[in-house]
């Protein structure tokens, strides 16, 4: 059966040059990079050239980077790091409605434990608008974490614009730039950065490892106490393997940034508009053209449930992801379509797709002939669908 | 996730659609995540002599109401109202843990299509 993976958002394949240099430093050159023998000195070069490839891609030192086991710990680490570190000066954090559970649920884990919390609403596109961020900020506001681009919805946020507002106010400003890193150009002086989270697995690097860059003068408590690696930053032995891995998926982004990005952007416009002219009331989420991830498409297809369509897809090969109810463990819709201003019942049909470097033109075309025949099977069988017709 | 049985029935659901002039219509849904399930009886000599459903819901929710109609087509009302969520559940090999509510709906919208029946006829 022909199989289709459009979800590149939840993960990518590691790329075949990634993985044959990883297994380099699993079974040959697998020394301790704090040991001062060869064995470590070969592997903390390597681990030194994979941070400066890190670091080049956005634009910071490399002394910047600490290495993470993930998206989540880099998260993490930015908010109850700097958290802990500027109590005395204050306990109040702003966070966008959108953001990823690693860091709402960060954030929150913070408000119980006494810091006083903002949560930006966003427009119906999904994005955060600058009066937001000026009115919510306080005199004791210590931190303002805004996702660079939705993950749901790819809507890209005005990051540049809240970094300089925020440095103004003298509050730090952290960036969840999962969705961006390697995508699209992400720099941290241009965006007014002070803690930016980035993830390998999304750039066809290996899951487990992610790095937060820190602005040279900020500082953070760490979470991980121990050997003192990573500059006291983040202690345990550095996954050599998987942050070299990361270093070379880094490179290659480099090398491909700009023509991939041009590629899925036309195969993303070909799904997008292949659906809504093949299919009747059907919501586009998110906003069109350049505010939205060149990957992305968000749909709502009225009267069907996300996950009755996530496996009727699954069936036919075609993977994808949804916001519905049904397909979380919660039993709530996705906290970013509802704070986008979606009712249940339109949250309830969502469907995303998200593009990767080996899809084809030949993918898009499969699920544009058989995400209609789904559609209408399922609609068949919806009372919803029957309720709207008779009252039409 | 779900059984070989769930998939079957999720994929060729029995008894889709609807009766005109239904002698019982049952609708419940479910506040927890917003699912709808509809069923159509036609009963005569307090037998179910054919029903019909329409879901909008997971694959659970399709495949339970299939299911329960298949498990209820040609019994008594009195045996149709013995049928509880757990043996439709049952009958598709069980369903993931969080996935039991959506069962629920299945038995309760044929008893509510029961129920309707019931209070037309006592009415009539
Ligand atoms: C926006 C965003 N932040 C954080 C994460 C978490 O990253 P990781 O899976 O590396 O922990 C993800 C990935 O799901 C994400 O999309
Ligand atoms: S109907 Fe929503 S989870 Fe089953």
Redesign the interface.
């Known amino acids: 059966m022909r199989r289709v993976y459009l979800d590149h958002s939840a993960t990518t394949p590691v790329d075949r040059e990634v993985a044959d240099l990883m297994m380099v430093y699993f079974t040959e050159k697998y020394g301790n990079p704090s040991s001062i023998h060869s064995f470590g000195r070969e592997a903390r070069h390597a681990l030194e050239e994979a941070r400066s490839q890190v670091a080049g891609l956005l634009g910071a030192k490399p002394e910047e980077i600490t290495f993470t086991s993930g998206g989540t710990e880099a998260d993490n680490l930015a908010i109850l790091g700097l958290a802990e570190a500027r109590q005395e000066k204050g306990r109040h954090l702003i966070v966008s409605a959108i953001e990823h559970h690693a860091v709402l649920d960060t954030v929150k884990y913070l408000e119980k434990a006494g810091f006083a919390l903002t949560v930006l609403p966003v427009n119906s596109a999904g994005i955060v608008e600058l009066d937001e961020v000026i009115k919510s900020l306080r005199p004791d506001t210590i931190l303002v974490s805004v996702m660079h681009a939705n993950n749901e919805v790819g809507s890209i946020q005005p990051v540049a614009e809240i970094g300089r507002i925020v440095r103004e106010h003298g509050a730090a400003f952290h960036i969840d730039a999962v969705q961006t890193f390697g995508k699209i150009p992400v720099n941290v002086e241009e965006l007014k950065a002070d803690l930016l989270t980035i993830s390998a697995h999304k750039i066809y690097g290996p899951k487990g490892v992610g790095a937060l860059y820190v602005r040279k003068g900020v500082r953070i408590s760490p979470l991980m106490h121990g050997g003192g690696q990573e500059k006291k930053r983040r202690s345990g032995t550095e996954n050599t393997p998987a942050i070299i891995g990361f270093g070379k998926a880094c490179e290659l982004a480099v090398q491909r940034m700009t023509e991939e990005a041009e590629r899925v952007k036309k195969l993303r416009d070909t799904l997008l508009t292949g659906i809504v002219e093949s299919i009747k009331y059907v919501k586009v989420n998110g906003p069109q053209g350049d505010l939205r991830l060149p990957n992305n498409v968000n749909v709502s297809i009225e009267?069907?449930?996300g996950?009755?369509l996530l496996?009727s897809l699954d069936?036919l090969g075609i993977a994808a992801s949804s916001g519905?109810?049904?397909?979380s463990?919660s039993?709530d819709?996705s906290h970013v379509l509802l704070a986008m201003g979606l009712p249940?019942?339109i949250a309830?049909g969502s469907l995303r797709f998200t593009l990767g470097r080996q899809n084809t033109e030949e993918d898009v075309a499969y699920v544009l002939e058989h995400l209609p025949k789904i559609v209408e099977r399922l609609r068949?069988?919806?009372?919803?669908?029957?309720q709207f017709n008779k009252t039409k | 996730m779900?059984s070989q049985k769930v998939?079957e029935h999720?994929?060729n659901?029995r008894n889709?659609g609807?009766i005109p002039d239904a002698d019982g219509i049952g609708?419940v849904g479910n506040t927890?995540?917003?699912?709808?399930?509809?069923i159509y009886l036609d009963i005569e000599n307090d037998i179910i002599k054919d029903i019909k459903?329409?879901?909008?819901?997971?694959?659970a929710?399709?495949a339970t109401s299939s299911m329960v109609t298949e498990m209820v087509k040609g019994k008594t009302i009195a045996e149709a109202l013995e049928i509880s969520n757990q043996a439709v559940a049952e009958a598709l090999g069980g369903l993931p843990p969080?996935k039991m509510?959506?069962s629920n709906l299945a038995a309760d919208a044929v008893h509510a299509a029961i129920k309707d029946y019931l209070d037309k006829r006592n009415k009539g």
């Not at chain 1, 519905?324 to 397909?327: G, I, V």
């Not at chain 2, 459903?53 to 694959?59: E, N």
């Open positions: 009267f069907v449930e996950e009755s496996l069936m519905s109810a049904c397909t463990g039993l819709p249940h019942e309830h068949k069988i919806s009372p919803l669908y029957d | 779900y998939m999720f994929t659901p889709v609807e609708e927890q995540c917003g699912d709808v399930m509809r459903f329409k879901t909008f819901g997971c694959g929710a399709v969080q509510h959506c």
